[in-house]
């Protein structure tokens, strides 16, 4: 089966989340890797950002807020050296490709077998790096937090029991939209200080929680790995998973447009981001 391999490089917090938006239209599956420039908190759809996010700290240094059309919790989208973001967008109903071979149709209706199927992909990726890593395959303990990576939630991918991979996915008119956060590096302090809670303890709970790429490569005094080794990885542990023939790909100019629409209607109104 073929798929879309986008690498659509850096761009502001709503242009990247207009562009997931404008690519549910693809004609083909998609796998788009990403980054963030400036750095961005993108908070999940039904999430209080009043109520969570240190705005004047996000402003202070210089980090931008937008709400994603998928749940979750917040994620802070650090620099291209400290992060890669991927999507996934599959049509589930189009004829034109048998999408019975990504997910299969026992499967269809279920957002969390789904999620387990995608993130396998990912998980291929993580040992391809020489990471060990594992799916939480057991029922997530919730907590009060608002930090997407304080919380494993189902089949998320842990390393060291830590979570490393914070992800989303929803239905959009028979389409899957999935993307998350691969962490390539991690500076707790600086994410601490975006949120509304007690910054000692956020940091002493988020340093036992969450860890990265090159904090565990810093173990082994391997070399340290890039944005562009993580999107070969990806690639490839796709490629694995699904036997799929990766095409690679750019926007079109039909979605370049619809993003820029999205970007201007949508994503970079405080009607959207702030809730009102």
């Not at 709400?67 to 973001?85: F, I, Q, S, Y």
């Not at 993003?259 to 009102?276: C, I």
Request: net charge neutral; with cysteine; glycine share 6%.
């Amino acid at each position: 089966m073929r798929f879309r391999f986008l690498n659509t490089g850096d761009n502001t917090a709503a242009m990247n989340m207009a562009i997931d938006e404008a690519l549910l239209d693809s004609k083909l599956p998609v796998l788009r890797v990403y980054g963030w420039k400036p750095a961005a908190i993108s908070i999940g759809y039904n999430q209080d950002l009043m109520k969570h996010i240190n705005i004047e700290a996000c402003k202070k240094l210089g980090i931008d807020i937008v709400r994603r059309p998928t749940g979750g919790k917040a994620v802070l989208h650090d620099t291209h050296e400290m992060e890669l973001t991927y999507s996934v967008i599959i049509d589930l109903n189009d004829k034109n490709y048998d999408s019975d071979k990504i997910i299969p149709k026992l499967h269809k209706d279920s957002i969390l077998e789904s999620y387990k199927i995608i993130s396998k992909g990912i998980l291929n990726a993580l040992q391809s790096l020489g990471i060990s890593a594992v799916m939480k395959e057991t029922k997530p303990i919730k907590t009060e937090t608002a930090i997407c990576f304080n919380e494993p939630s189902w089949y998320e991918i842990l390393s060291t029991n830590k979570k490393i991979v914070g992800s989303a996915q929803r239905r959009i008119n028979g389409k899957i939209l999935q993307h998350g956060a691969i962490l390539i590096g991690c500076d707790v302090e600086k994410m601490c200080k975006l949120f509304n809670t007690d910054f000692d303890a956020a940091v002493k709970a988020t340093k036992e929680r969450v860890t990265s790429i090159n904090q565990l490569k810093s173990l082994s005094s391997d070399k340290k790995t890039s944005f562009d080794d993580v999107a070969d990885a990806l690639k490839q542990g796709f490629e694995e998973n699904f036997n799929l023939d990766f095409a690679d790909d750019k926007l079109t100019d039909e979605e370049l447009a619809a993003a820029e629409r999205l970007y201007k209607e949508k994503y970079s109104l405080d009607k959207w981001n702030l809730g009102y």
